[in-house]
């Protein structure tokens, strides 16, 4: 079995992590117990949309709650985190009309039952990308219990759900006027609309008076809306327009009569004052329209184009040609007062940012108000938590004062509403199963509603459907509620809030304990990631050049809660580097590792063995409750320090003269300390941690089910670090003064060491191995004082007073005297160029700020560092 102790040379992730990442799942390691008596931890994965490629804010995303579930798997619960993918009918809708305009088809064209086709077999065929994408960046998912939503289980459980608020009135059917995408073809509900502000242009157009002389100026951000105006509205107290109250206006190039209203909601200081009113097309408008019953002129269809409310002229036309046409064929006419520069907020699709169209239509609502009572009510109560707290803010922002959701989607894919509208009496059936009969006048003339639901309405079930609601399964009474919820701040509203409302209503308790906000992923300046920026990172390209742990803790070490994260490719190289120094550490280990069996004799402990033992059972007890915390770059910064600067700088050269000696029981420790480590680092570092510890004389099947340690209080030793410290102390001092004579680290030396104190004395006598080994010193020598005459480079390194006898070959005074003077000199130089040039006056004037001050700053550095190199001047003089 000795074969087993070697690792390779170099690390390589690329096979170690296809290795492992299949073999995880062939053993079915991360699916749950069940029943079991242990624990349980639960999350499901927010799921990305089918249409997704893995991007550096997923990477994110599902790096973070992978540490967690690891961690808390190896803490010994039976844990579940749950995978699946979004069928984001909007998405995949772009996708495949696409594909058939370049076809010149439409979705029209080809037909319902066609098109469905096409979106299954694309679905079947490409959606599984960002599954294999998940799979690589190691995220411990339960694959076993994947779901789709759009899959069967999810049908029965939309349908139920749909029925049951429809027939407890909290879903409706309205004619009301909704934002609609012409590019998508669906409407969108309110928080899918981006508001972007925009230069546009005010036009001031005048509308004449009937049988009058006089007409009346309104001014309008969209002219081609006019031609679906059906009144002029002016504020009751504006005395500009008293003389026009109840007076009937032509309107132009329509010739449609219209009244002149009066309404308190007119904004006085708005353009003229004078507005003309829209129902079918604007919001406040449609308002207005109701409440003075003014007749709703639709001129705008769905797509975008002009239908024949607009009349012959217009009809067909896009609605921004449209505009064009209407400006001059008013400009013709003289009715064009006048065009002002303004700028306003124009809404925008999120999906594909065309400008929003108000449409005015038949749409389905989620009374969202008694559903989203309860959603406050337990986050006020503290039974979900927010972290970081403050998005608890934002999210009671929303909630108090949340609208009815429209969730009806004029697309295909997607859940299709289970409503029938009778064609013989216009009764509407909402049903389970597709009815045979209309239930009003026993007709059977019915047809099933074209619309599908919003793609939040399903993703909003998420938690509970996919562990088998309606149906009471063993998941959900295990594994509901979950305990952890990571996404990003952009969806809570959209998906947050929702799964509590629905989670709440339907599984009768809340989805999750805990949601984790990630930051936003930003270049290393800070700056958003863009493809017009050309600045984005491509993690599956990073996972290739610096393997997946690397990646991985990159995102744990930036991820600081309620901070953006600035990523840069040197953090990973960084990591790449971490990597690198674990595995060669661990060959030194396992090379190192000769007994066969491991056993710790305490009399045999030394020093260093009780001092890495308390230094493990420390930072095994600061690792959990960082984590707890979800401090993911405090566990990652702690994790990183203890391995590279207190495992691989100290203990593993601490113990070589143990080694040496035969010392089994170092060995031993050796062994308990790479073992341990491996297994604090494995949340973050899942790959080489495994093939490492696989090495391991003494592993088991796999790290992922390995118990993670312990703090074990019996291991703390208060004095051992004490000493370790002294030590420390003593060797960073030797090494400092070597460095700063430029005495080779290869070069043996002799050490004079001034210790009055007994203890100390004892401490030093005791561990001189250690001294000699990591400071290469040859004899050391402890002295109560230094004598005068002996030449002697001193130093003080904490608490000891230190001294390196100058000999032949150590340190040679007279070649250090040239050197030291030389490098004066040049120095001198140097600080004259820089005077000269910060007394000119030509580069006061002209330089820019910065440079000067640049100049300055280099100026008292070259200061600083003359003074220094006199100091050691004159020492070495006072040697001579
Ligand atoms: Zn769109
Ligand atoms: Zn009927």
Same mark, same amino acid.
């Given at each position: 079995m000795k074969n087993k102790r070697i690792l390779g040379k170099a690390y390589d992730p690329k096979p170690v992590e296809e290795k492992w990442s299949d073999f995880w799942i062939d053993e079915g390691l991360f699916v749950p117990e069940l029943p079991s008596s242990k624990k349980k931890f639960s999350m499901v994965l927010p799921p990305p949309n089918v249409t997704g490629s893995l991007h550096v804010g997923h990477a994110l995303c599902f790096t973070l709650p992978d540490i967690i579930v690891r961690w808390r798997r190896m803490q010994g619960y039976n844990t579940l985190w749950l995978p699946g993918t979004d069928h984001a009918s909007i998405a995949v809708h772009n996708v495949i009309e696409q594909s058939l305009e370049e076809k010149g088809l439409t979705r029209e064209k080809v037909g319902r039952d066609e098109f469905m086709k096409i979106a299954w077999n694309w679905k079947n065929k490409y959606g599984g990308v960002i599954i294999n994408q998940l799979k690589k960046l190691g995220t411990s998912l339960d694959w076993t219990r994947e779901r789709f939503t759009l899959d069967e289980g999810f049908s029965r459980a939309v349908k139920r759900v749909f029925v049951d608020l429809y027939e407890e009135g909290l879903i409706y059917r309205d004619y009301y006027l909704v934002n609609r995408c012409p590019h998508c073809g669906t409407v969108l509900s309110d928080i899918e609309i981006e508001h972007k502000e925009k230069q546009a242009k005010l036009y001031y157009i005048k509308y004449p008076l009937l049988d009058s002389e006089e007409s009346i100026t309104v001014a309008t951000t969209?002219?081609?809306?006019m031609l679906g105006d059906t009144a002029v509205a002016v504020h009751p107290d504006d005395k500009r327009f008293i003389r026009f109250q109840g007076k009937t206006v032509l309107l132009p190039l329509v010739d449609r009569k219209i009244p002149v209203i009066t309404d308190?909601?007119?904004?006085?200081?708005?353009?003229?004052?004078a507005v003309k009113v829209t129902p079918a097309h604007d919001p406040v408008d449609f308002e207005l329209g109701k409440k003075h019953n003014l007749e709703q002129v639709i001129v705008i269809d769905g797509s975008g184009r002009m239908t024949k409310e607009a009349g012959k002229e217009f009809q067909g036309l896009d609605r921004f040609e449209c505009r064009e046409k209407v400006l001059s064929r008013l400009e013709e006419k003289g009715l064009l007062e006048k065009t002002e520069d303004y700028q306003h907020s124009v809404g925008h699709c999120y999906r594909c940012q065309t400008v929003i169209e108000p449409n005015l239509s038949w749409q389905w609502f989620v009374r969202v108000e008694p559903l989203a009572k309860e959603a406050i009510r337990v986050v006020e109560e503290g039974k979900i938590e927010f972290?970081?707290?403050?998005w608890a803010k934002t999210y009671f922002e929303w909630m108090y004062n949340i609208h009815d959701w429209c969730?009806?989607?004029?697309?295909?894919?997607?859940?299709?509403?289970p409503a029938w509208h009778c064609s013989d009496c216009d009764h509407i059936i909402v049903a389970l199963e597709t009815p045979q009969?209309?239930?009003?006048?026993?007709?059977?003339?019915l047809v099933q509603d074209e619309d599908v639901l919003d793609t939040w309405f399903s993703s909003a079930l998420w938690p509970f459907v996919t562990m088998g609601w309606p149906e009471q399964t063993e998941d959900l009474k295990v594994?509901?509620?979950?305990?952890l919820m990571s996404t990003g701040f952009d969806i809570i509203f959209f998906w947050v809030a929702r799964m509590i409302m629905m989670g709440l209503k339907?599984?009768? &308790?809340?989805?999750?304990?805990h949601v984790y906000i990630n930051g936003l992923v930003r270049d290393f300046k800070r700056r958003k990631m863009s493809k017009s920026e050309g600045n984005i990172i491509d993690p599956l390209e990073m996972i290739d050049k610096y393997g997946t742990d690397a990646l991985r803790f990159t995102m744990a070490a930036l991820a600081i809660p309620g901070a953006d994260i600035s990523l840069s490719e040197e953090r990973m190289a960084g990591y790449q580097a971490f990597a690198n120094k674990i595995w060669n550490a661990s060959r030194f280990v396992l090379m190192s590792l000769e007994s066969e069996e491991f056993q710790v004799k305490e009399q045999e402990l030394t020093l260093a063995d009780r001092w890495i033992r308390s230094r493990l059972t420390e930072i095994t007890g600061e690792l959990d409750k960082a984590l707890e915390q979800y401090k993911f770059y405090e566990a990652a910064d702690k994790i990183y320090h203890f391995i590279?600067?207190?495992?691989? &700088?100290w203990y593993i050269e601490l113990v070589k003269p143990s080694l040496k000696a035969g010392n089994r029981t170092t060995e031993a420790i050796l062994a308990e300390a790479l073992d341990w480590i491996l297994r604090l680092l494995h949340p973050f570092m899942p790959y080489i941690t495994e093939e490492i510890w696989q090495h391991l004389?003494?592993?088991?099947?796999?790290?992922?089910?390995a118990s993670f340690p312990k703090e074990d209080k019996?291991?703390?030793?208060k004095n051992a670090e004490k000493e370790m410290k002294f030590l420390q102390d003593a060797i960073i001092g030797v090494r400092t003064i070597r460095a700063e004579n430029r005495i080779p680290p290869k070069q043996n030396i002799e050490l004079w060491v001034k210790v009055k104190k007994e203890g100390e004395k004892k401490i030093i006598l005791e561990n001189q191995a250690y001294i000699q080994t990591l400071a290469n010193i040859r004899k050391i020598e402890i002295l109560d004082r230094f004598p005068g005459k002996k030449k002697l480079l001193k130093g003080v390194a904490g608490s000891w007073e230190i001294g390196i006898p100058i000999e032949e070959g150590v340190f040679d005074l007279q070649q250090e005297k040239q050197r030291l003077e030389k490098e004066l000199s040049k120095l001198a130089q140097d600080i004259e160029k820089i005077e000269k040039r910060l007394q000119n006056q030509d580069f006061q004037k002209r330089a820019p700020k910065n440079v000067i001050e640049e100049t300055q700053q280099r100026l008292q550095q070259l200061q600083a560092k003359k003074a220094k190199l006199e100091e050691s001047f004159e020492h070495v003089l006072s040697l001579i």
């Open positions: 969209r002219p081609e809306t308190e909601r007119v904004e006085m200081d708005f353009g003229t004052g972290i970081p707290p403050n969730i009806s989607r004029q697309l295909w894919w997607g859940h299709r509403i009969k209309c239930g009003k006048c026993k007709g059977s003339n594994f509901y509620p979950t305990d339907f599984a009768r &308790d809340i989805p999750f304990r590279w600067h207190e495992f691989c &700088d004389p003494f592993s088991g099947k796999s790290l992922v089910k019996r291991f703390k030793d």
